[in-house]
């Protein structure tokens, strides 16, 4: 166990309830609830989870973080829930939360590393910066060990590829150019919507991505924007090879957004307005 592993084991635990929707979770204490408690988080995120996923889905969370897409996904009432999240100590969290809330205690977790290799060990994460994210710069870190697997043999393994209804987020902060050719094995399954968010300036090649990416999203009866709305490839390209900090569909962090790619039609065909409320209770723990 490293020291940073032992000192966040070690220090006092606390929890809060939030709600989303009309529903109460339990969660533990952590940063992302106070910056996001007061105001709505990634409603877009949230719409396409309500148009997408129904009670015959099956829900994969790739890069699961602490669970809040999660959480997302468990208003739908999934059939089932698959998350995975490389970081130790996000993982430690994720579990917890899971745990504590009835919605979320069946979800099947795996601390893996979802990147081009299988059954491989890699470092992971490094700095202060990358310690508690999943990001692609902390893939060969130096601060943890964690088992690899390739996004096609994880869904092998676990059965999931002729689900009949399968909704595959996926969030691994630049990675994404480790998978491209996973991506690739997927194109022609009609069952498959996925949400993959991207972050072009984590990429090391931006257009030598758009080559395989950009030819994969073609397979699909419709790209979407965050909002649902159709996206024509040429702005896609422009969205992901642009050298602009900060652009009108990125992020308040920067040129990070996230896609739709479906054969199927939106279940619901409604935009949710939605907020995320902390509630004034607590309790600690020792």
């Known amino acids: 166990m490293t020291d940073s592993t032992k000192a966040h084991n070690e220090t006092i635990k606390r929890y809060r309830f939030i709600v989303v929707g009309k ?41 699961a973080w602490i669970g809040s897409t999660l959480i997302y996904a468990s208003q739908q009432n999934p059939k089932e829930m698959y998350a995975l999240e490389a970081n130790p100590l996000s993982f430690e969290l994720l579990q917890e939360n899971c745990s504590l809330n009835k919605s979320l205690e069946k ?20 700095s202060n910066n990358t310690k508690n994210t999943s990001s692609a710069s902390s893939i060969n ?45 997927l194109k022609n399954k009609e069952n498959i919507t996925i949400c993959i968010s991207l972050h072009p300036p984590f ?19 419709k790209v979407l924007n965050s909002d649902l709305e159709a996206l024509p490839i040429e702005q896609l390209k422009e969205m992901i090879t642009t050298d602009e900090k900060y652009t009108s569909w990125g992020t308040s962090y920067g040129n990070f957004f996230e896609i739709v790619l479906t054969n199927k039609e939106i ?15 607590a309790t600690r723990c020792l």
């Open 23 to 63: 529903q109460s979770y339990k969660v533990r204490e952590h940063w992302f609830w106070d910056e996001f408690s007061k105001t709505s988080w990634e409603p877009q995120t949230y719409n396409i989870f309500h148009n997408y996923i129904n009670a015959q889905t099956t829900y994969i969370d790739i890069g």
């Open 107 to 126: 979800t099947k977790l795996s601390h893996l590393c979802i990147t081009d290799k299988s059954d491989e060990i890699t470092g992971f994460g490094g």
């Open 141 to 185: 870190g130096d601060c943890w060990k964690v088992l690899t697997k390739t996004l096609t043999a994880y869904l092998a393994e676990n059965k999931l590829l002729d689900c009949k209804n399968l909704f595959i987020k996926i969030d691994i902060e630049g990675a994404e150019e480790l998978i491209l050719k996973d991506l690739e094995s």
């Open 203 to 221: 990429m090391k090649d931006k257009l030598e991505f758009c080559k395989s990416f950009l030819g994969f999203c073609y397979q699909f009866k």
């Open 267 to 281: 279940t619901n065909n409604k935009n949710i307005s939605f907020l995320l409320f902390e509630r004034n209770e």
